[in-house]
């Protein structure tokens, strides 16, 4: 029952997380932004995995959600291309 | 000492991430949503510490590490809302425990 909970839960989140990264127009810094909001489907299914008891895929996934996050937000912040 | 500092900043940083992870959820809903990017400074020495808080910041939701500048101790984060040094980094001094 607390696992059907927790997942009902972890889903609610994936599903307005998406909601929102869909309807959101550009504007300033919504790269970040949208970075943000995966980082709440990226909580979600680590929790799910721990939930259906993939431990290690969820400690892996855990370990590496950051430095993607990090890669994309440094790649954006130094873009070249944007200065011309 | 270490084991004190990994245990404190297991429960802040889990409470952090449970946290965050409502809130975005609720601005994903009701769209509220202004994103700015500011400079911290850290008192981590190691350059491990700098690393663990650069990426204890971008896994917990709403808060993103761009760039480390690990002689400076200097880190430039995206918010997704405007926030305090002490809102985005409540587990610094466990993790200052743990590595320095």
New interface residues.
């Given amino acids: 029952m607390f696992d059907d909970i927790v997942l009902i839960i972890a889903s609610i989140g994936i599903l307005l997380a998406s909601f929102r990264l869909w309807v959101e127009k550009d504007r300033e810094k919504m790269v970040y932004a949208r970075l943000h909001i995966t980082g709440v489907i990226d909580i979600a299914c680590i929790v799910i995995l721990l939930v259906f008891k993939q431990y290690l895929l969820a400690l892996t996934y855990l370990v590496l959600v950051p430095f993607s996050a990090h890669a994309i937000a440094n790649a954006d912040y130094f873009d070249e291309l944007k200065k011309q | 000492m270490k084991l004190f500092g990994f245990f404190g900043y297991s429960i802040v940083f889990l409470k952090a991430?449970a946290e965050a992870?409502i809130d975005?959820?609720k601005?994903?809903?009701d769209?509220k949503?202004d994103?700015?990017?500011i400079e911290i400074n850290t008192d981590i020495n190691s350059l491990m510490g700098q690393v663990l808080l650069?990426?204890?910041i971008?896994?917990?939701?709403?808060?993103?590490?761009?760039?480390l500048d690990s002689e400076n101790k200097i880190l430039?984060v995206?918010s997704?809302s405007p926030r305090t040094k002490d809102e985005i980094v409540p587990f610094e001094p466990y993790i200052k425990k743990i590595f320095d």
């Fill in positions: 991430l992870w975005v959820v601005r994903s809903f769209g949503i994103p700015e990017v650069a990426s204890s971008t896994l917990t939701p709403g808060t993103l590490t761009i760039d430039k995206a997704i």
